[in-house]
């Protein structure tokens, strides 16, 4: 209830006391005043009866016969032609008709204190409830408010609420990014930590014995530290939003041949072969430079767990939902124990090459859900990994 109807209703409730105490006051004031006329006639009648009891009959003969008339004509008065007022023979009245008037006057307003008092209660409760509340919030308790109405203090509990909810959900966050911040922290650490140690043995042995070799695994090295560098900044790009993405309609065919393409060197080194399968027309609404980027993530995955001979499959289906992008190996497949963590950033598997940085899976799935898709993967009931893009139309 807002504020304007709740002054309506307490202007309504006193009017209603009002009206009830009027009431019953008019009611109180007719009965004494009936009481009080015929007592006065009685007196006056006795006291002619007292100087005349002749006239007796005739004193009752006029009280037995006198009708009141309001619509007859009215004459002079008697009383008031020998000099006395309407409330000459009254005067008691006229002072004790003052009391009702006064006990109705203090009612009302008895009546308009007790409600502005007992709105005042209530409201002070309620705004007890909300410290009391917050309290509890500041104490680190949780807890539900009591239910709200439609007034402003209603609205004002609503908000707190909302206020203290999203405070929470911004704490959990803060402190869940925190918690992921110092283990990608630390699996950086380690990652940087490996090919440093590496480049620091080969460079003491290559003083001692300049071989070609020492500077291979230099420069491998320092290839890994670049590429662990840019996956790094590129992943923090993705969760910052900055990642500039030009989104347009791509064909799927072309996407998978394409990415395909590009890593056809290492496929021919690796003795894999890859079958893209065109289903006919099918696009999506992405940024092509970095979904083949994501795509050739998965191939790469997909080929370090393929046998040579071995053979990596991609197909794809639309509906009026989402477009569906599969691929799939011939290889030995996932662990069970690594598909919960398959896209986490820095997770190596069981079967994990050695050259790897754990961090190729997690970049095609920002990649991917930055542009409306989810990915997935697991086993396939024959045997080899599967991966499942879905990619939403709205």
């Known amino acids: 209830m807002n504020k304007r109807k709740r002054t309506a209703a307490l202007a309504g409730i006193v009017l209603f006391v009002s009206l009830i105490t009027a009431s019953l006051t008019a009611l109180l004031l007719s009965a004494y005043y009936n009481r009080m006329h015929v007592r006065a006639l009685g007196e006056i009648c006795e006291g002619i009866l007292e100087k005349q009891p002749e006239a007796k009959e005739a004193v009752l003969t006029v009280l037995k016969e006198y009708k009141f008339e309001p619509e007859k004509e009215e004459t002079e008065n008697i009383i008031l032609a020998y000099g006395y007022g309407q409330s000459g023979f009254l005067q008691s009245v006229k002072i004790y008709g003052r009391w009702p008037a006064?006990?109705?006057f203090v009612t009302g307003g008895l009546s308009f204190l007790i409600l502005i008092l007992?709105?005042?209660k209530r409201e002070a409760a309620r705004i007890r409830g909300l410290?009391?509340?917050l309290e509890k919030v500041n104490a680190g308790e949780t807890g539900v408010l009591f239910p709200a109405g439609e007034d402003e203090i209603s609205k004002l509990q609503d908000e707190i609420?909302?206020?203290v909810t999203q405070l929470h959900q911004m704490k959990d966050e803060a402190v869940k990014a925190r918690q992921n911040f110092a283990e990608n922290l630390y699996n950086i650490a380690h990652q940087i930590k490996t090919p440093i140690t590496s480049i620091s043995l080969s460079v003491q042995m290559w003083r001692q014995d300049?071989?070609?070799a020492y500077q291979e695994q230099i420069r491998r090295q320092l290839s890994r530290l670049i590429h662990l560098e840019e996956s790094l900044l590129l992943l923090s790009r993705i969760?910052?939003?900055t990642l500039p993405l030009n989104r347009k309609e791509e064909d799927v065919f072309t996407i998978l041949t394409l990415a395909a393409d590009n890593l056809q060197e290492l496929f021919l080194k690796a003795g894999v072969s890859v079958d893209v399968a065109e289903s006919g027309e099918a696009a999506v609404f992405v940024d092509l430079d970095w979904t083949m980027?994501?795509?050739m993530n998965l191939l790469k995955n997909c080929m370090e767990h393929t046998p040579p001979q071995g053979k990596i499959c991609c197909s794809y289906e639309k509906n009026p939902i989402y477009t569906k992008i599969h691929i799939w190996d011939t290889g030995t497949g996932f662990a069970p124990e690594d598909i919960p963590h398959l896209f986490e950033r820095f997770y190596r598997g069981k079967n994990a090459g050695s050259g790897g940085i754990g961090i190729g899976l997690a970049l095609s799935k920002a990649i991917i859900e930055s542009q409306n898709g989810t990915i997935g993967a697991g086993n396939l009931p024959e045997g080899g990994a599967c991966f499942e893009i879905r990619f939403y139309c709205h």
């Open 102 to 104: 006064a006990v109705g």
């Open 118 to 120: 007992f709105f005042r």
């Open 131 to 133: 410290t009391d509340y």
């Open 161 to 163: 609420y909302k206020t």
């Open 210 to 212: 300049a071989s070609p």
């Open 239 to 241: 969760d910052a939003g």
């Open 293 to 295: 980027e994501a795509v």
